[in-house]
């Protein structure tokens, strides 16, 4: 069993002209709630498995924070830069398994639209959009990453920010 959990960063700063794409940061809000679901999130799991982010700061920035309420050294965040550019459901399998095959979890930090469609592509029910924060953890019946198929997933559950 393989549990992949899909967290879309927090609330960042608009796209302003003067800072790129890549370096915008998180709100103080999108900071607080992000805090908020790091902690549901431990409520949840046990075992919180390898945690991988997009290089992107305000992904990173929500993986930080994440393994500060998890209690994992920042450190160990292992970041991917097909997370930020080129994730799909074609490369998702090779990009786990060059993660560690051995982990029974994995938790990934990253962008919409491409989370979202990951978590309906791999759902054998499909999934609603995620909101900023949001966490989805879909279980899989598969003993190696490699084994990862489009619509192979049980969804376990879905947290959203509260309103």
């Not at 967290?7 to 992000?34: M, Q, Y």
Request: aromatic fraction near 6%.
């Amino acid at each position: 069993m393989k549990k992949l959990i899909l967290v879309r960063h927090g609330k960042a700063e608009d796209d302003l002209h003067d800072i790129s794409d890549f370096e915008r940061s998180l709100v103080s809000r999108g900071k607080i709630i992000s805090r908020q679901m790091a902690q549901r999130l431990k409520l949840k799991e046990k075992s919180h498995g390898i945690l991988v982010s997009s290089p992107a700061f305000r992904a990173l920035e929500t993986a930080m924070i994440f393994a500060i309420e998890l209690g994992i050294p920042a450190e160990e965040i292992i970041m991917d830069s097909k997370i930020y550019s080129g994730l799909s459901m074609k490369n998702l399998p090779n990009m786990l398994t060059s993660v560690d095959e051995n982990a029974d979890a994995i938790v990934l930090f990253g962008h919409n639209p491409v989370f979202s469609d990951l978590a309906n592509d791999l759902s054998q029910a499909g999934c609603d959009p995620m909101p900023k924060s949001g966490v989805v953890c879909l279980s899989f019946n598969i003993k190696t990453w490699s084994e990862i198929r489009k619509k192979s997933g049980k969804l376990e559950y879905f947290l959203k920010p509260e309103k």
